[in-house]
Nanobody
Framework: QVQLVESGGGLVEPGGSMRLSCQASGSIYSIHVMGWYRQAPQKQRELVAVISTAGNINYGGSVQGRFTISRADAKYTVNLQMNSLQPEDTAVYYC?????????WGQGTQVTVSS
């Protein structure tokens, strides 16, 4: 099993920035993909950004150009730098990893963008 602990999140004003981090622990061998999804109230969970071991990155369309994902494999950590935040970015952000075809999820961290 893989355990994921997210940090960061909270309240930020529109146009502001925030950084999320996720630390993986447990059976962390062969983790292929690390990344973030988010879920706003009454909406489906959607892709924010994922990054593979090879460094391939996919961003969700609504965050392209504003968010940056990075990972530190030595620390089994994935980070998400979020800039130019807007109220529509308000959601619970979930860290995820894919290991041998299995998805593991963190408990989520709330990000609220509001003045």
């Amino acid at each position: 099993q893989v355990q994921l602990v997210e940090s960061g999140g909270g309240l930020v004003e529109p146009g502001g920035s925030m950084r999320l981090s996720c630390q993986a622990s447990g059976s962390i061998y062969s983790i292929h993909v690390m990344g973030w999804y988010r879920q706003a109230p009454q909406k489906q969970r959607e892709l924010v950004a994922v990054i593979s071991t090879a460094g391939n990155i996919n961003y969700g369309g609504s965050v392209q150009g504003r968010f940056t994902i990075s990972r530190a494999d030595a620390k089994y950590t994935v980070n998400l730098q979020m800039n130019s935040l807007q109220p529509e970015d308000t959601a619970v952000y979930y860290c995820t990893v894919i290991q041998k075809g299995n998805n593991f999820w963190g408990q989520g961290t709330q990000v609220t963008v509001s003045s």
